[in-house]
């Protein structure tokens, strides 16, 4: 079972996301860092566990306004050893290959940004793609091609649930277990949800591969003892 901290990044500062209504999104508050300074969240979560990956939701580029390339830079410098899953709105099989020049940057190709399915079927270093299918509420946000055609997906979906995110809602359980049943094997990353251990374990006895997490973390609901029993 993986646990990915996620940050959230607006204007080169890490914000806290709630339900996915960006328009609400705050600077982050949390005793793991003293500013929101990407670096230093980055840091304040690192110190709580072994991660191997951090998930960087660029939400100006998401947006449409310029990307947040300099803090991207700043956090592979900061942390040469781990990998980071970037979503930045990527519309195009183009764009991902782009940012899958930088090193251990992993294209985050989310539904409610890719331009058809055409794009995925466009790529050539899959590997290093990971699709996110991305719902507000019961509705699936992308062109409908792309969540029936599972012979589309890469190797790793993340399943993007937006109304749960920052909510202490819990996981979408029942979406998860469609996903993983038309997955062919492919593994299943949660997003959304996540309150504590409890929720963790559900997901693991569910089949899915790991979940990205950020109110937990910083919460202390996760805290480094509970993190250490889904180590592998």
């Avoid at 109304?163 to 359980?173: F, H, I, K, Q, T």
């Avoid at 990353?189 to 790991?210: C, F, N």
């Amino acid at each position: 079972m993986r646990i990915i901290p996620v940050l959230d990044i607006m204007g080169g500062l890490v914000v806290r996301g709630v339900m996915g209504d960006r328009q609400a999104y705050r600077l982050i508050e949390t005793p793991l860092s003293d500013s929101a300074d990407p670096v230093a969240v980055a840091k304040g979560l690192a110190a709580l566990g072994n991660f191997s990956a951090f998930y960087v939701a660029d939400l100006d580029a998401i947006e449409g306004r310029p990307p947040n390339a300099a803090v991207l830079s700043a956090l592979g410098e900061a942390f040469p050893d781990t990998e980071f899953w970037v979503d930045a709105g990527l519309r195009t099989a183009a764009g991902a290959e782009r940012l899958q020049r930088a090193p251990r940057q992993h294209a985050v190709m989310g539904t409610e940004s890719i331009a058809d399915a055409a794009a995925l079927a466009a790529l050539t270093r899959p590997k290093r793609v990971i699709l996110s299918l991305d719902f507000r509420g019961d509705a699936f946000l992308g062109p409908p091609e792309i969540l029936q055609d599972t012979t589309l997906w890469p190797d790793r979906v993340i399943v993007m649930t937006l109304a749960r995110v920052g909510s202490g809602a819990g996981p979408d359980l029942a979406r998860l277990g469609s996903i993983i049943a038309r997955a062919e094997g492919r593994a299943v990353y949660a997003a959304g949800g996540v309150r504590g251990p409890e929720d963790i374990e559900a997901l693991e006895q569910a089949g899915i591969a790991g979940a990205l997490v950020s109110t937990a973390l910083h919460d202390g609901r996760l805290s480094p003892e509970a993190l250490r029993r889904f180590y592998r």
